[in-house]
């Protein structure tokens, strides 16, 4: 097999020049589709039989709260590969993710409480889905603090790494809440085995959205990556030659 | 189009204040992450112009110092401390062995 590519990939300059092309196909793709899903969900959707307008939450609460778990699986990922291959792009990738995947954990928390309050009376209960999420969003913020002590950029890849890799304990106890300790939050509307519990009408704007909210974050993360690309390695040719 | 008027939609039938709350939070949270990387870009941007600043002024001491420095015995003997002290040594002893020699005299 030709391995060549696996490190390109780790190439920071070779990454910066090809992500380059792709920011024009992300900007566009991702502010259309959200547009269209939120108008769409916001709109044209016809309200829940139960919930009544309080749903349309549901157009930013899921694709925030996926987001966040996906982008602590792709942390821990990163964490591998930099663990293994000492590769600096995935270290960089970690860093990075960290921040944008700690935002859309707020928002999936926010959106959440703000969803809780009409639906079932409280903002906030010690349910094990919010409560799970909840400690997603302190581990972010954990391993934010833990880049932000260490000095050498060495030990501080390490530091997170080994961090974000024992907290993927917790991404099954998020998804798996729902059925093993069923108090308040419903149970999952989407699964990969059956047939979704939601009428298509309603269905199509929230897959639209999910898209939406994937592209965006891919969006921002490659902005966030190629910023510290340059910054890392800024000692060298190429980028003083870029900057200058 | 579900809502009659701009009001309906607004108001969403008492719901208005949960849904549009929650909308305005993710509007931040898109915001925050757009915006950053902008600042974050001027940063290194800013960063990046300073250091080659500092390097450029760095090279200049540079030169003043190897011109005047150059082919001085004090900086080869801090440059191996070790045989600039054996040396020493050495002419210490000398000069006590011709003490001797002169007294027995």
């Known amino acids: 097999m030709n391995w060549t590519f696996f490190h390109k990939l780790g190439s920071p300059k070779w990454f910066y020049d090809i992500s380059g092309k792709w920011l024009p196909w992300l900007q566009v793709s991702s502010l259309v589709l959200i547009l269209v899903a939120l108008v769409w969900g916001l709109a044209f959707t016809p309200p829940d039989y139960l919930q009544g307008n309080s749903y349309r939450i549901i157009f930013i609460h899921v694709p925030a709260s996926f ?15 930099t663990l293994i291959w000492k590769i600096k792009l995935a270290d960089m990738a970690l860093k990075v993710m960290a921040p944008i995947g700690a935002s859309f954990c707020i928002l999936s928390l926010a959106t959440g409480a ?34 932000g002590a260490i000095h050498t950029t060495e030990a501080a890849a390490k530091a997170c790494a080994i961090l974000s890799l024992v907290g993927v304990v917790n991404i099954p106890i998020i998804k798996f809440s729902v059925d093993w300790w069923n108090t308040l939050h419903q149970g999952a509307t989407l699964k990969l085995t059956e047939k979704p519990s939601m009428a298509p009408e309603m269905l199509w704007p929230l897959l639209l959205a999910i898209l939406g909210f994937y592209l965006f974050f891919t969006l921002v993360m490659v902005l966030r990556l190629r910023i510290e690309i340059l910054s890392r390695e800024r000692k060298t040719r190429w980028v003083k030659e870029l900057v200058s | 189009m579900y809502f009659d008027s701009w009001s309906g939609f607004l108001a969403m039938e008492g719901h208005g204040l949960y849904v549009w709350s929650a909308y305005a939070v993710a509007a931040v949270v898109i915001a925050y992450n757009l915006i950053s990387p902008v600042m974050a870009k001027r940063q290194v941007v800013a960063q990046v112009r ?43 002893q000398e000069e006590s062995l011709e003490s001797v020699e002169g007294s027995a005299q």
């Open chain 1, 67 to 81: 987001l966040a778990q996906a982008v602590y699986m792709m942390m821990a990922t990163a964490a591998a590969v």
């Open chain 1, 114 to 147: 703000i969803w809780g309050q009409p639906t079932w009376g409280t903002w906030w209960v010690w349910d094990a889905r919010l409560t799970s999420m909840l400690i997603l969003l302190f581990l972010y913020i954990g391993i934010i603090a833990l880049r």
């Open chain 2, 50 to 92: 300073r250091q080659e600043r500092l390097v450029k002024r760095k090279v200049v001491v540079n030169d003043f110092k190897v011109t005047t420095d150059s082919g001085n015995d004090l900086e080869q003997r801090f440059a191996n401390p070790e045989s600039a002290q054996q040396k020493h040594r050495a002419e210490r």
